[in-house]
């Protein structure tokens, strides 16, 4: 019975490089959510997609971040041209369905380091 | 979403229970109660949720109040593992529902 599994675990980047996060989703879960901690902050909502298709993308930077969620395949969350300001945890939840009854769990998360 | 205030840290002895409060007086009759927690660095961990009725599983047992305005969380017997940020989350069925606002929670430190 896995959970949310999410890769890489550690990503380690130079300014102005591409990071791609990967996001799979409990099985048969079609809801999956991005969220961004900051070092000592709290998590923040940043997109949430269901199946081909983003939902409300209303936490995501306009630019250079962008978000996927492939009708084959992992949700992927892209931060193009890194800064060192985009060094955080990236976490990743998945839910069978949409609203506040159907639970969300979270992946162990990608941590990522922009030098 | 409604929102919550949780104190920010607490203590409890191992082998005792943790009763973590959280006040959310402006929660509509259609908002869950959600907590979850966050053990250094990992993700947010599923705890329980409740609308009205107070809940129990393996974790902890959820009690929210007759007017729905508050709620705590008990963890029957904490151990050192149980050291993490307790957050309380309200979320609505509606549009939006769907974001988990996460607070500041509560840091709770469970000694030996």
């Known amino acids: 019975n896995a959970g949310v599994m999410q890769n890489p675990r550690h990503l380690v980047r130079r300014r102005g490089q591409e990071a791609r996060l990967r996001c799979s989703p409990v099985?048969?879960?079609?809801?999956v959510y991005w969220y961004r901690q900051l070092p000592e902050e709290g998590l923040k909502f940043m997109v949430y997609l269901q199946k081909e298709n983003i939902i409300d993308e209303s936490g995501m930077p306009k630019e250079r971040f962008s978000a996927e969620f492939p009708k084959e395949g992992p949700s992927i969350l892209r931060i193009q041209q890194v800064v060192r300001g985009d060094s955080a945890a990236y976490f990743c939840a998945s839910s069978p369905g949409q609203g506040a009854k159907e639970t969300q769990y979270f992946g162990p998360g990608t941590r990522l380091l922009v030098l | 979403d409604a929102k919550t205030t949780q104190p920010p840290s607490m203590d409890c002895a191992e082998g005792r229970a943790a009763n973590l409060p959280c006040n959310h007086s402006t929660i509509s009759g259609n908002e869950y109660v959600y907590w979850y927690r966050q053990i250094h660095s990992q993700g947010p961990q599923y705890i329980i949720h409740g609308l009205k009725n107070n809940e129990t599983n393996e974790m902890a047992s959820l009690i929210i109040t007759e007017d729905r305005k508050s709620s705590t969380l008990i963890l029957p017997h904490a151990t050192l593992r149980d050291t993490a940020v307790y957050y309380c989350?309200?979320?609505?069925?509606?549009?939006?529902?769907?974001?988990?606002?996460f607070g500041a929670g509560t840091r709770l430190f469970v000694k030996a």
């Open positions: 989350i309200v979320r609505a069925p509606y549009t939006g529902g769907f974001k988990t606002i």
């Open positions: 099985k048969g879960h079609s809801h």
